[in-house]
Structure formats: C-alpha cells, structure tokens
C-alpha cells in the first residue's frame, strides 16, 4: 500500500485509513426539500379596490405625468401598489411603497417612497420625473389613508423574497 500512497501523494497512514478503494467517506448531501416560491407570473395583481382608489385619488388610468400616460392601478400586489405608465415608446411600472431606509427611491415624501422598474432603454431621468409627479399627487391629499398591507422596501423584500413583482405584461 505505501506505493500506492507514494504514486498518489498521500502519506501511508492517510492510505490507509481509506483502504484500497480510497474511499474519504464523503457522501453528498442531499438536496433539502424547500417550499415553493413563486418565480414567474403565478398570480396577477388585481385592478385597484376602493380603498386603493380612495388613497389613490386623481391618479387613475388617463392621467398624464412627465409625458407617460397612466393606463393601470392595482390594488396592493407583494406589499405596493403598482401603476402601470406608458409613454416615450415604453411601459413603466411604480411602485408605492410605504418609506423606509432601504435603496434611494425615485421620490420620497410623507412617508411614501416611489420606485420605478421598466424594460429597454427608455430614459431614466424621464422616469423619475413621473415618480416625482405621482408623489405630488398623492401626497397633495392629506385625507387620504394608505390602504392595508403597504410595505417598505425591505419589508417587502423579506416578506416577498424570490418572488415576481412586475405586473408588466411584455
């Protein structure tokens, strides 16, 4: 055995202890059985309910911000509420949330932040400049109560991890 060893640059005692085979004893593990996350299109938000309507006030589908064009509201969908933009050739999607310390958000104020996510290469600037629109509106109506189930951002990401936020249909 200790040729063998020698030839495989292993002491004798280690050779040994693995016997001719050279067996270390590793076994994989196996894989660990995990609920299931939704990673697609599972579900879709629902249109905005009344108490969504009611937060959301003017902001409705028709109304123009920075040169888009709002053509859907959901009711809270993973914890915001989605608005769903068109304009400059592109589909946008903001999403309110309730503030927090998370990611800088396209717009912030009254204890809501903005956040914007889109396909192509439509201009970001352009993107928050409706965020900052759609702040304005909301947060020029002081009767307005957030609906239940608003999210901070990180709220969002541990309460809704893995899963699809987009409600953008491409």
């Not at 998370?102 to 192509?120: I, K, M, Q, T």
Request: glycine residues 12%; hydrophobic residues 45%.
């Amino acid at each position: 055995m200790g040729s063998i060893a020698a030839a495989a640059g292993l002491p004798a005692a280690t050779a040994a202890a693995q016997g001719s085979t050279g067996d270390t004893g590793y076994r994989p593990t196996p894989p660990v059985e995990r609920a299931p996350v939704s990673r697609a299109h599972d579900d879709v938000a629902d249109p905005a309910d009344e108490a969504t309507r009611s937060f959301l006030g003017p902001l409705t589908p028709g109304t123009a911000l920075a040169g888009f064009t709002v053509v859907a509201v959901h009711s809270v969908f993973r914890g915001a509420i989605p608005l769903v933009l068109e304009g400059h050739g592109h589909q946008v999607q903001l999403d309110v949330l309730a503030a927090g310390a998370g990611p800088a958000p396209l717009a912030e104020g009254s204890g809501l932040a903005v956040y914007g996510s889109f396909h192509g290469t439509v201009d970001a600037r352009l993107v928050g400049q409706a965020a900052g629109a759609a702040l304005a509106m909301l947060t020029s109506r002081s009767d307005a109560a957030a609906p239940c189930g608003l999210l901070t951002f990180e709220a969002r990401a541990e309460q809704h991890p893995y899963e699809v936020y987009s409600v953008l249909r491409d």
